[in-house]
């Protein structure tokens, strides 16, 4: 009977949390101007939004889309002598388990329909983008999320942001973007690091999780949207520092391998689907405070950093100055620090992190310390070239 009374007051004070954090969200909707700094630590913290009605709401916030001025429903030419239609139509016949199970066979083939469209129509406003396979299991997400029109505005801004690298006409600089896995493990696992160094695993058992944001890999459609909410709060390189904990998790798993290429590939290629989403999720943002960008771009960069997108907008460093996202992750940063003066003990690292978690708990007691104007300059350096106005 105890045991049962546990349980009950358990599940009570959870859905009491998620009722708690609903309300939050509603309030910073309702707010003049909108408090999309609120939003994005909703989004990053426990749950992130918690249902689809509320990610409706706050997605486009996120991505500062007008949702009063969506891009007009497709017209019949759009498909018409397209170079990418033959490639997308491929690529979303082969998409039927991004789909939910069970759904009927004509809604999903209504849908696919949508999806080309979305895709297309994206790709036809911005013909500087360049359609890539993988870009589809981004796109079904938010259209299963959202609805077609809205999904088509808010890719179409993410194609032009966040995921610009990956639209260039090759893959040089999604290639860099990856070249940032190790030197974030190395920071964490040494022994780990030098152990798929010697097996000459590469970083190309986690390129389909960087170009996909993981929606191609994971099966259960929950653990990829909240992996969205996650991203889209968060700097455009989170998707990297997340592979990075994913790995780091699974670090016992890969010392146990023979070390070598095909072992290690084999077994970090299949990700696990009951992973522990939520701790993995604090320990990327608690990893991207500690090492941010700038503090690794010497080991990752293997080609000129202006040739990114990432490395070419200046004015982040005046958006970044205020609320952004990078500041919630500070903040939940300092917040853990102190409670659980957790400063040395975080993370097992080399001799030489631990000066930049002094400097982190130095720089987070002020109001522009050393460790924000780290991230600041992160910030700068390797955001996507956001318009200023992203952040409002």
């Keep these: 009977m105890k045991s049962n009374w546990l349980m009950g007051s358990a599940t009570e004070d959870c859905d009491s949390k998620k009722k708690r954090k609903e309300a939050e969200i509603y309030q910073a909707l309702r707010s003049e101007p909108i408090d999309v700094a609120a939003l994005r630590r909703m989004a990053i913290s426990e749950g992130g939004l918690l249902m689809d009605e509320i990610r409706c709401k ?86 299963l999320v959202v609805g077609e029109r809205l999904a088509t505005a808010l890719v179409e801004k993410l194609s032009t942001h966040h995921l610009r690298d990956f639209m260039d006409p090759t893959m040089d600089n999604t290639k860099h973007i990856l070249n940032y896995l190790m030197p974030i493990i190395d920071q964490v696992n040494p022994e780990l690091h030098d152990f798929m160094q010697r097996a000459e695993v590469g970083t190309i058992f986690a390129l389909s999780w960087l170009i996909t944001w993981f929606g191609h890999v994971l099966s259960d459609f929950r653990h990829v949207v909240r992996l969205y909410d996650f991203f889209l709060a968060c700097h455009p390189l989170m998707p990297i520092y997340f592979a990075a904990v994913i790995v780091l998790h699974r670090a016992q798993e890969v010392l146990a391998c023979e070390c070598d290429m095909a072992s290690v590939h084999h077994l970090l290629s299949q990700i696990p689907q009951d992973l522990p989403y939520e701790t993995l999720i604090s320990r990327a943002g608690d990893l991207f405070v500690q090492f941010p960008p700038s503090e690794l771009a010497r080991e990752a960069a293997q080609q000129q950093a202006e040739r990114t997108a990432a490395s070419t907008f200046k004015d982040f460093e005046l958006a970044s100055a205020q609320q952004r996202p990078d500041t919630v992750l500070r903040q939940r940063f300092r917040d853990r620090l102190r409670a659980e003066e957790r400063a040395k003990a975080l993370l097992t690292t080399k001799p030489r992190t631990n000066r930049f978690v002094k400097l982190a708990v130095m720089g987070l007691t002020v109001a522009l310390g050393a460790a924000a104007l780290a991230v600041v300059k992160s910030a700068l350096e390797w955001a996507p070239k956001f318009e200023l106005q992203i952040f409002p």
């Design 58 to 143: 706050v997605w486009p916030k996120l991505l500062n889309v007008n949702t009063e001025d969506l891009p007009p429903p497709p017209g019949k030419e759009l498909r018409e002598d397209n170079k990418d239609y033959q490639q997308v139509l491929l690529d979303v016949r082969r998409s039927l388990r991004r789909f939910p199970p069970g759904m009927p066979d004509e809604q999903r083939e209504g849908l696919q329909e949508e999806l080309i469209d979305s895709i297309l129509q994206v790709l036809q406003r911005n013909p500087q983008l360049h359609y890539y396979q993988g870009y589809h299991d981004i796109v079904v997400t938010f259209l």
